[in-house]
T-cell receptor
């Protein structure tokens, strides 16, 4: 599955650092998603963007700041993170119109907070 | 919550045998999807079944849905070593924005023994 590309694949950062995760999709989709995947827990939806507009913020702490400059790119800006934020962050995209649309995932960024 | 819960959490079988995984959920849905995740990779969409369907096939995959019991099963026939992965069910509900808001379970870890 190469339609959704995430960079970097791995990121180690201190709690006081500022970094950004990037997601790019080449599928012509107009909905994009950020998920958090932690061990032993269900995949957690963080943010949803439709046609560049944020339509869902699932009570995510403000230390996570998403940005969607266009329908093909999605960023997650990170600052002052906590050790419990260590996880795999997955980006996904889908068609925005109509239900029954599967989501296409990138391979994720493995984030470790020191 | 529409959270899906997979059962069993882990399953090991011999290559060539059939693998069955189950998913239960709590509220009404309009569709249920199954995804696969290989180690260190993103999720890959396998199959979608609508709430008015009872069974669906795709290659070696067979999915059933029982909305009265709020449960689904995924059957993989004639398993192969390459089927080793985690399998997740995701329930889809109506979204105000036309796209899917999926809720994932914790997954079943399937190991195929050569």
């Amino acid at each position: 599955e190469t339609g959704v590309t995430q960079t970097p694949r791995h990121l180690v950062m201190g709690m006081t650092n500022k970094k950004s995760l990037k997601c790019e999709q080449h599928l012509g989709h107009n909905a994009m998603y950020w998920y958090k995947q932690s061990a032993k827990k269900p995949l957690e939806l963080m943010f949803v963007y439709n046609f560049k507009e944020q339509t869902e913020n699932n009570s995510v702490p403000s230390r996570f700041s998403p940005e969607c400059p266009n329908s093909s790119h999605l960023f997650l800006h990170l600052h002052t993170l906590q050790p419990e934020d260590s996880a795999l962050y997955l980006c996904a995209s889908s068609q925005a119109q109509g239900n029954y649309q599967p989501q296409h995932f990138g391979d994720g960024t493995r984030l470790s907070i020191l | 919550s529409q959270q899906g819960e997979e059962d069993p959490q882990a399953l090991s079988i011999q290559e060539g045998e059939n693998a069955t995984m189950n998913c239960s959920y709590k509220t009404s849905i309009n569709n249920l999807q199954w995804y696969r995740q290989n180690s260190g990779r993103g999720l890959v969409h396998l199959i979608l079944i609508r709430s008015n369907e009872r069974e669906k096939h795709s290659g070696r995959l067979r999915v059933t849905l029982d909305t009265s019991k709020k449960s689904s099963s995924l059957l993989i026939t004639a398993s192969r070593a390459a089927d080793t992965a985690s399998y997740f069910c995701a329930t889809g509900g109506n979204s105000n924005f036309g796209n899917e808001k999926l809720t994932f379970g914790t997954g079943t870890r399937l190991t195929i023994i050569p």
